[in-house]
């Protein structure tokens, strides 16, 4: 038993192997050794063990994102013409927990008819509600029957609100049409706005799939699990195949980590299963590698096919974000402006645990539809679009929004100060990207796109049109708002009814009018969202689960088309979008996962 940077030479061969140790291979690992601690697992990862203070420290998140991170990996795309020809990067974890020990730490469940729509047989919301209460101890309000008590994961409010802005943003936000939802997350709530929870403890630590799931057993003093092994610092090159059957993986030190390394591979055989959790960007790139995939992209990468299944990293999707910053009047405890921008002495806030340690700043969220007047004046495409996949499913709304206290960019950008920002983010894109290899090593390029806004009929950039002109009007209405920060903010011509504000002595009047914009207006919003928007991390379905005619790479089962023995266990899975921050659906994902996987292996585990 234990936590390597050096995998002991006498472990040669294990029972399963896990090929990444993100959120949903750390719970996947956990449950296997607690059905039956005699299995031997090893789980590899890349990145290195959870122990940096921005994985700990909720108010410390931002660090990750940093392009200097050694907890995150940022994967590059390629230039693409409907983003005024920019070439995004995706960020995922990279760290022992995954995105789930770097992510922004929102609590929010997928909707209803979002696991129904997967359409797979043992993952309707009916079939996942069982997990998703056995993964969390809920200490939020709603109806007693859709949480769980008993889970690893602490969901709560944490230590530390900042009450004023919340209540104020509320406030705003039922002046422009939507109430007030005690509880967003029971699968069917919809259309109103939420005081957060978070994946924080009521003491104001990160609880990440690594700490809540696999540490523990690690630590158990009386050595219950042995046979639990995890190696950091190690990427995972490819599976072993042999007679279409997975019998290991080849794997090597991480040259970030460990550069002295470099150059040299392993192997390490499994006697009953291998499965890839490296994530939505990292699963499809070591399928590819080991020969699983189109023989197109196979044979232009140089690697010898074993398995022929196109869907492999053939329909890339996230969630696009835009986040709106503005000038406030909040106190400087009220914000994170402070920490991010190095004012605060974060060595003295950790030495006297202070409470504000413990808070991601956000303290609400959103999931938001339009009007029936909204959609008809977004066209009569919009309307056809809306009608067919909307309008008789009342749980699925159009975005998503947050309050963020902080400026949410470069600090260096504005005067020293106190801001807030809205992010929205739209779900259920109709675009589609790709996630290709173009080599067979793991540093070798990538062929990535995003594909965001290059939907026919440019619906997705329609929603954040949309989404953009409603979170403004929301932001207007706060009393803590003084104007917008005009440099993030659409150019909107001079003397346009649109333009940035700059205020200076207080609210805008309780009776402010919504914002009038021309066709000319929007034609500048557009040309901005699409030289703007981003990723929000929440990458998926780039390996999903469908037959293997419509693109899908796994089963029901979570097995690989062409290859026994081979399973995936993460957000590439999905076959189609949920409306929700996704840390939440790839820790139900492992917890489903590991269920499969105990009955197939007659490990004797219950649900």
Request: aromatic share 8%; charged share 20%.
């Amino acid at each position: 038993m234990g936590l390597y940077t050096k995998l002991p030479s006498d472990i040669q061969e294990v029972d399963v192997i896990i090929a990444g140790g993100g959120t949903a291979g750390c719970v996947v690992a956990a449950r296997l050794a607690q059905a039956n601690p005699s299995i031997s697992i090893l789980v590899i990862e890349g990145g290195t063990n959870n122990e940096a203070p921005s994985i700990t420290f909720p108010a410390l998140f931002l660090a990750n994102l940093l392009p200097t991170s050694k907890t995150n990996l940022f994967y590059a795309g390629i230039p693409e013409a409907q983003l005024g020809g920019r070439s995004l990067i995706v960020p995922s974890g990279g760290v022992l927990s995954g995105g789930s020990g770097t992510n922004l730490l929102m609590y929010t469940r997928a909707q209803r008819s979002d696991f129904d729509s997967w359409n797979t047989a043992g993952w309707s919301a009916d079939d996942m509600l069982p997990y998703l209460r056995k993964l969390e101890t809920y200490h939020g309000p709603g109806p007693k029957q859709v949480h769980g008590y008993k889970g690893p994961v602490q969901v709560s409010g944490g230590p530390f609100r900042a009450l004023r802005s919340e209540s104020d943003f509320i406030a705003a936000a039922k002046q422009v049409g939507w109430p007030e939802i005690e509880d967003l997350q029971t699968l069917d709530a919809n259309n109103g706005v939420q005081r957060a929870v978070r994946y924080v403890s009521p003491e104001g630590r990160r609880q990440d799939a690594a700490t809540t799931y696999v540490k523990p057993l690690l630590a158990d003093k009386h050595n219950k699990y042995p046979n639990l092994h995890v190696l950091v610092e190690h990427q995972v090159v490819r599976v072993l195949v042999e007679n279409k059957r997975a019998v290991g993986v080849e794997f090597q030190a991480n040259p970030d980590f460990q550069p002295g390394e470099t150059g040299s591979t392993h192997t390490i055989r499994a006697r009953k299963l291998v499965v890839v959790s490296c994530g939505a960007c990292g699963t499809p790139l070591v399928l590819e590698r080991s020969g699983i995939g189109s023989r197109e992209v196979l044979d232009r990468a140089g690697v010898q096919q074993v398995a022929d299944v196109p869907g492999v990293g053939h329909q890339y999707l996230d969630h696009n974000l835009v986040v709106y910053p503005y000038k406030s009047s909040l106190n400087p405890d009220e914000t994170l402006d402070a920490i991010v921008s190095g004012r605060a002495n974060v060595p003295e806030l950790i030495q006297n645990q202070a409470p504000i340690l413990g808070w991601n700043s956000m303290d609400i969220t959103m999931k938001i539809r339009p009007t029936d007047e909204d959609v008809a004046a977004l066209g009569p495409g919009f309307q056809s679009v809306w009608d067919r996949d909307f309008r008789n499913k009342p749980d699925r709304p159009l975005a998503m929004m947050s309050l963020v206290n902080a400026f949410p960019g470069d600090p260096s950008s504005v005067p020293p100060g106190q801001y807030f920002a809205v992010s929205v983010f739209t779900v259920y894109p109709y675009s589609r990207g790709h996630l290709h290899i173009t080599g067979p090593s793991v540093g070798d390029p990538l062929d990535f796109a995003t594909g965001f806004f290059s939907d026919a009929g440019d619906i997705d950039i329609k929603k954040h049109m949309w989404a953009y002109k409603k979170q403004r009007e929301i932001a207007r209405r706060m009393d803590v708002y003084r104007g917008e920060i005009a440099a993030a903010h659409p150019p909107f011509p001079a003397g346009s009814k649109a333009a940035a504000i700059d205020l200076v002595d207080g609210p805008l009047p309780k009776d402010v009018t919504d914002i009038e914009y021309t066709a000319e207006d929007d034609a500048v919003l557009e040309k901005w969202l699409r030289e703007n928007v981003g990723t929000t991390w929440h990458s998926l379905g780039t390996c999903k689960m469908a037959p293997r005619d419509q693109y899908g790479v796994v089963d029901a089962n979570l097995s690989v088309y062409g290859v026994e023995g081979l399973k995936i266990a993460d957000l590439s899975i999905p076959p189609s979008n949920v409306a929700a921050n996704t840390n939440n659906t790839a820790l139900a994902i492992g917890e489903r996962a590991a269920d499969i996987f105990i009955a197939e292996l007659g490990l004797g585990g219950k649900k």
